[in-house]
């Protein structure tokens, strides 16, 4: 997802002018990862939700003080509340991402496997990331997706930041055997932090 | 991070979590930005100044304010002279207007209404409606993290960035008596794990500078996350 880097600050205090253009800008950086998350934990509502949320996001931006982590997640728990607000949350699992897991799940042949990997867009891998419980599936959207470190994951969860670690690594774990469609226990805890740690580097 | 439960076969599957993070951190989709004219329509619409009220508005404002003017000198005058609440004929009034006071007669808030409240409060621009009918006053429903701009975002353990607090992300009428902001946090983190007494005077503090008790979790959610950033 696109990230404006050391234009955030300058991109952001034009927005808290009121300049639209900024806006944009820091909309189109921003939303994505925002309705991605949302997605994960309301489903069909996520749309819904991201527009309640970018509401409130805008009254407060003109005293918003902080980095583009800062901001992403500033979004995410507005939105998770939100969505806890409107009642969506409890919903949990959101219907329309188990609608087709048949594409991930049921690969077994290494060639078949292959051809998921490359196949594999976000919009699958949302889909993949919904099989897995509600509360793993929130937890690897805001590492992965909002790019959350774990410390501030568990606060906002209310569990601890190795729990979230750990947590974290084993859906990663799992989502990778059921892409991959092997039954046997692999060794991804390499991979898992290195693909997390080259994603938001 | 190493994990005692998994060892062994070696991976083919690395690739699978490295395709599974590069789908779900891959550029937005025209789909994902669709919204973009609506969401910049929304963002204009709440950036625009409140419309400036009429001329009949403000005569309407200038009349009330008279009005009140009015009744407050009446009023002060009839405490004076003692003649609020009695039916006034010529042959009572008294002969002379320094009669002094009575003593009793007129509770003193009486005596001092030069500014009614409701004709204050009616006259304060602040409740006006904004474009989306929201008033301009209603505080956001998150708090604003505040972090220096520039600090790493790699790890919320690094104090590479310090914090400007600004725990208000709205001025309120009570923002001033605000305890300080490492006081709010600390309040915070006892609050999230559920050791803060909700009757105690810290818990009323964050109310407070939450804006409401409904605001009080996203505000120490969004006060500690931008604490974990500096």
């Known amino acids: ?201 | 991070m190493t994990d005692p439960t998994h060892h062994s076969t070696p991976a083919p599957d690395d690739d699978a979590v490295r395709q599974i993070v590069d789908a779900l951190t891959a550029p937005a989709t025209p789909e994902e930005l669709a919204d973009e004219p609506r969401y910049v329509t929304m963002f204009t619409a709440l950036a625009a100044p409140p419309p400036a009220p009429s001329r009949r508005r403000l005569r309407g404002r200038f009349v009330l304010a008279g009005a009140a003017a009015a009744l407050a000198v009446t009023g002060t005058a009839a405490a004076v002279t003692g003649m609020i609440g009695r039916t006034t004929t010529p042959s009572e009034r008294p002969p002379t207007t320094s009669a002094p006071p009575p003593k009793t007669s007129v509770p003193p808030a009486s005596r001092v209404s030069s500014t009614p409240p409701s004709v204050h409060s009616s006259a304060d621009p602040a409740g006006t409606p904004t474009p989306m009918g929201r008033p301009t006053t209603s505080p956001p429903a998150a708090p604003v993290p505040s972090a220096t701009p520039g600090g790493s975002a790699t790890s919320p353990s690094t104090p590479s960035r310090s914090l400007q607090p600004s725990p208000s992300p709205t001025p309120t009428p009570s923002s001033e008596k605000h305890p300080p902001v490492s006081a709010l946090r600390a309040s915070c983190g006892a609050y999230l794990e559920g050791e803060l007494e909700e009757d105690g005077k810290k818990y009323r503090e964050l109310v407070e500078a939450a804006g409401g008790a409904d605001h009080v979790r996203e505000y120490c959610e969004a006060l500690v996350v931008s604490r974990s950033h500096s």
């Open chain 1, 1 to 201: 997802v696109g990230e404006l880097g050391e234009r955030f600050q300058a991109v952001l205090a034009d927005a808290a002018d009121g300049d639209s253009g900024a806006f944009a800008e820091l909309w189109r950086a921003t939303h994505p990862p925002l309705l991605r998350y949302l997605r994960v934990i309301v489903g069909d509502a996520a749309e819904d939700v991201a527009s309640e949320t970018w509401l409130k996001a805008m009254r407060g931006l003109p005293s918003f003080v902080g980095d583009e982590p800062s901001f992403r997640g500033w979004l995410s728990v507005i939105g998770r509340n939100v969505a806890r607000d409107l009642g969506r949350y409890a919903a949990r699992r959101p219907e329309t991402l188990l609608a087709d897991p048949e594409p991930v799940r049921h690969v077994t042949a290494p060639d078949a496997a292959d051809q998921a990997l490359e196949r594999l867009g976000t919009e699958r891998a949302l889909r993949l990331l919904a099989t897995l419980p509600p509360a793993q599936a929130e937890l690897v959207a805001l590492r992965v997706i909002v790019g959350l470190e774990p410390a501030e994951i568990a606060l906002i969860v209310g569990r601890n930041a190795g729990a979230v670690r750990v947590t974290v690594h084993r859906a990663l774990v799992t989502l990778a055997r059921t892409l991959a469609g092997a039954g046997d226990v692999v060794d991804v805890t390499t991979t898992t932090e290195e693909a997390l740690t080259r994603r938001h580097d």
